[in-house]
């Protein structure tokens, strides 16, 4: 049975489009950042925001860093 398999190396079967994520996780950002503006009260909200954005933007750099250096 896995005779009739063709032989594939393993970053054939990554999912999805790399260029498509870096730019979804941007925009990403960018929302949460945009929701600062709102009508709660409490900063519990706004740390929250502001913690889910800069990991997503640390992502970000640290993969325009590997891919530069070309260690994806």
């Known amino acids: 049975m896995a005779e009739h398999e063709p032989v594939t190396s393993p970053d ?5 489009h790399p260029r498509a994520a870096r ?4 925009v ?3 929302l949460l950042l945009s929701m600062l503006i709102g ?5 519990v909200e706004d740390i929250w ?5 800069a990991v997503l933007l640390l992502a970000l ?9 070309g260690l994806r």
């Open 28 to 30: 990403t950002v960018l």
């Open 61 to 69: 750099v640290g993969d325009w860093v590997l891919r530069r250096n």
């Open 12 to 16: 054939q079967h990554k999912p999805g």
């Open 23 to 26: 730019f979804g996780a941007a």
């Open 39 to 43: 009508n709660h009260e409490g900063r």
């Open 49 to 53: 925001l502001i913690a889910g954005a």
